[in-house]
């Protein structure tokens, strides 16, 4: 069956809501990554939450160089554009993608300005399997003292992205998903510590 | 001629530009997120925004409250109940437990919100700043450069004329420390369910083209000074005559034939449900 445009979105909307609005949640959205019919070669539940998202009044960019395939077949989906990653809206990141370059769109994408924080590209992120295993300590409004999430993304990347948004109201926000169906959120004003690696 | 309309009134492209811009209100708690606020079929200025927000969130499995100053049953909440769910066909309810969206104009309902609840609020005036500054480029500056003191100096000037601070509702909040933002024209009394609240609130404002939000769990403070701290409307000795209620919300009617001032719960499924819990017993009671 294929993906219905109005009510599967719709759920899918209010997972990554839930989990926006409380940082570490992981969503599952099982039920809608099962009427994904077309092979994107990426995580259905990272699709999806482009599919929410994107449409023909915003801009993404996918790292990935030699994924033309799937900058095309997003365009064709969801009628968003393709733009660099210093103008992008949304930027998509597969688990394939190199750390370093991942580190280098980082440093440039937008993050918005003091009067329009809301002009921050959002990073979509298809990651490792997500749990609550204390790999990272959140803490930040949406959570009552401290969450705990493990995400798969390296030192450094946490590193980056606390150079991002250390300016706040200006900086990033991202979604997690992975191939298991499952959503997190992590807003710009969530602090993420990482534990000692074990 | 009776056009089916779409599920939940909007075409898909504008769910989408509401729901982006309700993420990012959430990423930057009180940050005042501009939107391109549609033509309703209600006037601007009567809950278009939370109109919006309802319908870019609402799925078929959710149930409605709609509550129009703590009333189910008045004009407002009626309308806006029946648009969504003549488009939806979604269940609607009165009981605060029951529904998982609660559309709201200028009250916070009496029963605690839960973390799986969202409460969606109508705002007319989203800019605290806007009677110190009409223009809305240097307001917004102003809130870039955290520069709030129009805002304290608005509380200020009460304080000389009035000997206290006069803000009937709409009184404004610090949310998360960094913007000062209006909880819409909810009472004094409500400010307070705001911090630290389990459930996410979303405000919307159809007219003037802005969404913000308070996410769970957040430090939502009222503005005030150390020696004239923040007071909510006091109604000490006094009770709901209907349902007895002590520490909820009264409203101060006079009672047409006698000329008494009587009070009576704001929140009526609140008031409803003390009643029938009561009434309950009664029945019981007389059977026994």
Same mark, same amino acid.
């Given at each position: 069956?294929a993906?219905?445009?109005?009510?599967?979105?719709?759920?899918?909307y209010?997972?990554?809501?839930?989990?926006?609005?409380r940082?570490?949640t992981i969503s599952?959205?099982e039920?809608?990554?099962?009427q994904v019919?077309?092979?994107?070669?990426?995580?259905d539940?990272?699709?999806?939450?482009a599919?929410?998202?994107?449409?023909?009044?915003?801009?993404?960019?996918?790292l990935?160089?030699?994924?033309?395939?799937l900058?095309?077949k997003?365009s064709?989906?969801?009628?968003?554009r393709?733009?660099?990653?210093?103008?992008?809206?949304?930027?998509?990141?597969?688990?394939?993608?190199?750390?370093?370059d991942?580190?280098?769109?980082?440093?440039?994408c937008k993050?918005?300005?003091?009067?329009?924080?809301q002009?921050s590209?959002?990073?979509?992120i298809?990651?490792?399997?997500?749990s609550?295993e204390?790999?990272?300590?959140?803490?930040?409004p949406?959570?009552?003292t401290?969450?705990?999430l493990?995400?798969?993304?390296?030192?450094?990347?946490w590193q980056?992205?606390?150079s991002?948004?250390?300016?706040?109201?200006?900086?990033?926000?991202m979604i997690?998903?992975?191939s298991s169906s499952?959503?997190a959120?992590?807003?710009?004003?969530v602090?993420?510590?990482?534990?000692?690696v074990? | 001629?009776r056009?089916?309309?779409?599920f939940?009134?909007f075409d898909?492209? @504008?769910?989408?530009? +509401?729901?982006?811009?309700? /993420?990012?209100?959430?990423? $930057?708690?009180?940050? !005042?997120v %501009?939107?391109?606020?549609?033509?309703?079929?209600?006037a601007?200025?009567w809950?278009?925004?939370?109109?919006?927000l309802?319908l870019?969130?609402?799925?078929?499995?959710?149930v409605?409250k709609?509550?129009?100053?703590?009333?189910?049953e008045?004009?407002?909440a009626v309308?806006i109940?029946?648009?969504?769910?003549?488009t939806?066909?979604?269940?609607?309810?009165?009981?605060?437990?029951?529904?998982?969206?609660?559309? @709201?104009r200028?009250? +916070?309902?009496?029963?605690? /919100?839960t973390k799986d609840? $969202?409460?969606?609020? !109508?705002? %007319?005036?989203?800019?605290?700043?806007?009677?110190?500054?009409a223009?809305e480029y240097a307001t917004?500056?102003m809130?870039s450069?955290?520069?709030?003191?129009?805002?304290?100096?608005m509380?200020?000037?009460?304080?000389?004329?009035?000997?206290?601070?006069a803000?009937?509702?709409?009184?404004?909040?610090y949310?998360n420390g960094?913007y000062?933002?209006?909880p819409?024209?909810?009472?004094?009394?409500d400010?307070?369910k705001?911090h630290q609240s389990e459930?996410?609130?979303?405000l919307?404002?159809?007219?003037?083209?802005?969404?913000?939000?308070?996410?769970?769990?957040?430090?939502?403070?009222?503005?005030?000074?150390?020696?004239?701290?923040f007071?909510?409307?006091s109604?000490?000795?006094?009770?709901c005559?209907?349902?007895g209620?002590a520490?909820?919300?009264?409203?101060?009617?006079?009672?047409?034939?006698?000329g008494?001032?009587?009070?009576?719960?704001n929140d009526?499924?609140?008031c409803?449900?003390?009643?029938?819990?009561?009434?309950?017993?009664?029945?019981?009671s007389?059977?026994?």
């Amino acid at each position: 069956m294929a993906i219905d445009q109005i009510h599967d979105l719709q759920q899918v909307y209010r997972k990554l809501l839930h989990s926006m609005s409380r940082p570490g949640t992981i969503s599952s959205i099982e039920q809608e990554t099962k009427q994904v019919d077309i092979n994107f070669g990426c995580a259905d539940s990272f699709i999806l939450s482009a599919m929410v998202l994107l449409d023909a009044e915003v801009t993404f960019h996918v790292l990935s160089k030699d994924r033309q395939n799937l900058i095309e077949k997003i365009s064709n989906y969801t009628s968003a554009r393709f733009a660099s990653v210093k103008e992008a809206d949304f930027i998509l990141v597969l688990q394939e993608d190199e750390e370093s370059d991942v580190l280098e769109a980082m440093a440039q994408c937008k993050i918005g300005n003091l009067i329009d924080p809301q002009q921050s590209a959002t990073w979509i992120i298809e990651s490792a399997v997500l749990s609550n295993e204390d790999a990272l300590v959140l803490t930040g409004p949406g959570i009552e003292t401290a969450a705990h999430l493990s995400t798969g993304q390296s030192f450094r990347f946490w590193q980056a992205r606390d150079s991002r948004i250390k300016e706040y109201p200006m900086g990033i926000d991202m979604i997690f998903a992975d191939s298991s169906s499952q959503i997190a959120c992590l807003p710009r004003t969530v602090s993420a510590i990482p534990m000692e690696v074990k | 001629m009776r056009t089916n309309t779409h599920f939940a009134f909007f075409d898909e492209g @504008s769910k989408k530009e +509401i729901r982006r811009a309700t /993420l990012k209100a959430v990423a $930057i708690p009180g940050y !005042q997120v %501009p939107f391109a606020s549609r033509e309703m079929p209600i006037a601007r200025g009567w809950g278009t925004g939370g109109l919006q927000l309802t319908l870019s969130l609402i799925g078929k499995t959710d149930v409605l409250k709609v509550i129009d100053q703590g009333a189910d049953e008045s004009v407002n909440a009626v309308s806006i109940k029946k648009l969504v769910q003549e488009t939806t066909g979604v269940q609607v309810t009165d009981q605060t437990e029951e529904a998982d969206l609660i559309q @709201s104009r200028h009250r +916070i309902p009496e029963i605690p /919100l839960t973390k799986d609840q $969202i409460l969606v609020l !109508q705002v %007319p005036m989203p800019e605290p700043l806007r009677p110190v500054e009409a223009r809305e480029y240097a307001t917004k500056r102003m809130h870039s450069e955290d520069d709030y003191s129009g805002a304290w100096l608005m509380l200020f000037e009460q304080i000389v004329k009035y000997g206290k601070t006069a803000t009937a509702a709409d009184h404004p909040v610090y949310v998360n420390g960094r913007y000062v933002m209006a909880p819409s024209p909810i009472p004094r009394f409500d400010n307070p369910k705001m911090h630290q609240s389990e459930a996410l609130i979303l405000l919307g404002a159809g007219r003037e083209k802005k969404i913000y939000a308070v996410p769970p769990y957040t430090a939502v403070e009222s503005l005030a000074f150390e020696d004239y701290p923040f007071a909510v409307e006091s109604f000490e000795g006094q009770e709901c005559r209907l349902c007895g209620s002590a520490h909820v919300f009264l409203d101060e009617l006079i009672d047409q034939k006698t000329g008494e001032t009587v009070y009576q719960c704001n929140d009526t499924s609140y008031c409803m449900e003390q009643l029938n819990s009561t009434e309950k017993a009664e029945v019981e009671s007389s059977y026994a």
